[in-house]
């Protein structure tokens, strides 16, 4: 089938790289024999379009629902607009407030970073295309680029991950991609974390 990269995210010593299967919109994520995640320097760009054959990962561990495991591959061609490509195909999942995000379920922490419990209510997807309302502007912490929503009397926040170059200012009304982590423990909160992971200028 042929398969749409839309994200690739840097992940500890490999990277995560994202996808739509063309002909059913299905979003994916493309993992390798032995769920091994994409390396560092994997050949999936964004925006590429490959033929790939795949199964779905067994057992599945909600809410990384879109895993697959993929067994053939093949470069087909690039794609030059996937914000046209997204919206066409009617792709956004969330609109408006950073609130909306998966059905509201996000926990905040007292410094901002959103977080869902893993054994407590979980969405049906770990990523998603949301079409922000306001800006987002991008600062350093911790020596790590975060992006700041501007939430009244709140502070929400997400850590960048993608390959992308940096951006000050990601403008309202941008699609922007937005995934989970695998569970792991954070100033003293296991959490599956809300992480940027691109957006689509």
Same mark, same amino acid.
């Given at each position: 089938?042929?398969?749409?990269? +839309?994200?690739?995210?840097?992940?500890?010593?490999?990277?995560? +790289?994202?996808?739509? $299967?063309?002909?059913?919109?299905?979003?994916?994520?493309?993992?390798?024999? &032995?769920?091994?995640? !994409?390396?560092?320097?994997?050949?999936?760009?964004?925006?590429?379009?490959?033929?790939?054959?795949?199964?779905?990962?067994?057992?599945?561990?909600?809410?990384?629902?879109?895993?697959?495991?993929?067994?053939?591959?093949?470069?087909? #061609?690039?794609? !030059?607009?996937?914000?046209?490509?997204?919206?066409?195909?009617?792709?956004?999942?969330?609109?408006?407030?950073?609130?909306?995000?998966?059905?509201?379920?996000?926990?905040?922490?007292?410094? &901002?970073? &959103?977080?869902?419990?893993?054994?407590?209510?979980?969405?049906?997807?770990?990523?998603?295309?949301?079409?922000?309302?306001?800006?987002?502007?991008?600062?350093?912490? *911790? /020596?790590? /680029? #975060?992006?700041?929503? %501007?939430?009244?009397?709140? /502070?929400?926040? *997400?850590?960048? $991950?993608?390959?992308?170059?940096?951006?000050? $200012?990601? %403008?309202?009304?941008?699609?922007?991609?937005?995934?989970?982590?695998?569970?792991?423990?954070?100033?003293? +909160?296991?959490?599956?974390?809300? !992480?940027?992971?691109?957006?689509?200028?």
């Amino acid at each position: 089938m042929e398969i749409l990269i +839309v994200s690739k995210t840097h992940m500890a010593n490999n990277a995560c +790289v994202g996808g739509i $299967v063309l002909l059913t919109n299905e979003s994916i994520r493309l993992l390798n024999p &032995g769920n091994q995640n !994409q390396p560092t320097d994997t050949d999936f760009e964004i925006g590429e379009v490959w033929d790939i054959r795949f199964i779905h990962r067994n057992p599945v561990i909600p809410p990384h629902n879109e895993d697959v495991i993929i067994l053939e591959k093949k470069y087909v #061609r690039k794609e !030059q607009n996937l914000t046209t490509i997204i919206k066409d195909r009617g792709l956004i999942n969330c609109q408006g407030s950073i609130e909306n995000l998966y059905d509201g379920l996000l926990n905040w922490t007292h410094n &901002g970073s &959103g977080y869902i419990t893993p054994n407590g209510n979980l969405p049906q997807r770990s990523t998603l295309f949301w079409l922000s309302d306001r800006n987002l502007e991008c600062y350093e912490s *911790f /020596n790590k /680029n #975060r992006y700041r929503y %501007p939430n009244e009397g709140t /502070n929400r926040n *997400f850590s960048f $991950v993608g390959y992308q170059n940096i951006v000050e $200012v990601i %403008p309202a009304g941008t699609i922007i991609r937005v995934s989970l982590t695998r569970p792991f423990v954070a100033n003293g +909160v296991e959490g599956l974390w809300a !992480q940027l992971s691109g957006w689509y200028l």
